[in-house]
């Protein structure tokens, strides 16, 4: 069976073609260029090197594929978008859906091989004929919350080997394969992003300080507080860097594109039962009307129980700061059912 492995130039991709090899697959390295840059951000000249050096220790074939001009209107373009909507993105959501498990699969396909295969952190399993996303064996690293926009024709041509293993088993594996990249440090979560998103989208909207105006803080009653530089600068939640003086300490609650204005409230304002959602993708066939499910408002938040109808997200509990632009995602104990952009 031939198998290409997404190789970003790190420990994990890395590991994931040495195992597939030891599987006995074909295997041959495909890294992505998204940058024509010699920093160490994904998809740049830097990673492409250590890819490649990685491939020749394992004796395999190393390809590279150049898709800068999709990430930069697909992925860059949305991500600046969405904070000039007043929404907070998470741009390796897109990425996945879009790039590595969209254009990287179909040149997979289109070339002839069996799998595209991955460094994520989770597993697949065949149930009959039908294919289910779970949680990974390293619950800390599980990157499930990324991948709720797979399909089953799409798991079926993909392989997650890295599922079974904690991240401290594969920088093992790294350093008795010999690989270059056994101590490499993890990728930051954005990697496009290298200081700030605010020095990013500074540097990367044209007329920037022409569209992105400062405008009042008010409370939730109107009741004006001060001024904000940008919506860009504020997502829900935020307390600190607010440049207001309260007697108590103050929350972003919402930002109103509309009006300029930026909403601020108490920490029990911040708290609430409902998020509607759109976009919605199911991994399986679409659940009945009112169905249960865990939903995850953002990777590191913890599964809160909720019922979900249609597009509307009713919790048992409050949650804090559920923010537009993020996504929610259902989850049956430790299985992915699919998810929404939270709106």
Request: charged share 25%.
């Amino acid at each position: 069976m031939k198998v290409v492995v997404a190789m970003s130039g790190g420990v994990d991709s890395s590991v994931c073609a040495y195992l597939l090899k030891e599987q006995g697959f074909d295997v041959v390295g495909l890294t992505l260029k998204l940058y024509d840059t010699k920093s160490s951000v994904c998809g740049s000249l830097r990673n492409i090197e250590d890819a490649k050096k990685v491939c020749n220790i394992l004796r395999i074939e190393h390809e590279v594929l150049d898709l800068q001009k999709d990430f930069s209107k697909e992925i860059i373009g949305n991500f600046k978008n969405s904070y000039l909507s007043a929404r907070t993105p998470n741009p390796c959501i897109l990425c996945n859906e879009k790039i590595k498990f969209g254009l990287m699969l179909k040149y997979v396909t289109a070339n002839n091989f069996d799998y595209l295969s991955t460094g994520h952190y989770a597993t697949i399993e065949k149930n009959g004929n039908e294919y289910k996303l779970k949680i990974p064996k390293d619950k800390s690293k599980d990157q499930t919350y990324f991948l709720y926009r797979l399909s089953q024709e799409k798991l079926s041509k993909i392989l997650f080997p890295l599922g079974e293993y904690t991240k401290k088993e594969i920088r093992d594996l790294a350093i008795k394969a010999n690989l270059p990249v056994a101590k490499k440090p993890d990728s930051q979560e954005i990697c496009f992003i290298q200081n700030t998103y605010h020095d990013f989208l500074e540097n990367n909207i044209k007329d920037f300080k022409k569209i992105v105006l400062p405008g009042l803080i008010v409370d939730s009653k109107g009741n004006k507080l001060g001024k904000h530089k940008g919506l860009i600068y504020y997502t829900i939640g935020q307390r600190s860097g607010l440049g207001i003086t309260t007697p108590e300490p103050v929350y972003v609650l919402r930002l109103d594109i509309a009006t300029n204005t930026v909403i601020v409230g108490t920490r029990e304002e911040v708290f609430g039962r409902v998020a509607k959602i759109y976009d919605i993708n199911f991994i399986s066939d679409n659940p009945k009307k009112d169905f249960r499910a865990s939903v995850k408002i953002r990777r590191m938040h913890k599964p809160a129980q909720a019922t979900i109808n249609n597009d509307i997200i009713l919790f048992d509990e409050k949650q804090s700061s559920i923010t537009p632009g993020q996504s929610a995602v259902f989850y049956d104990g430790d299985y992915v059912l699919g998810g929404g952009f939270i709106t």
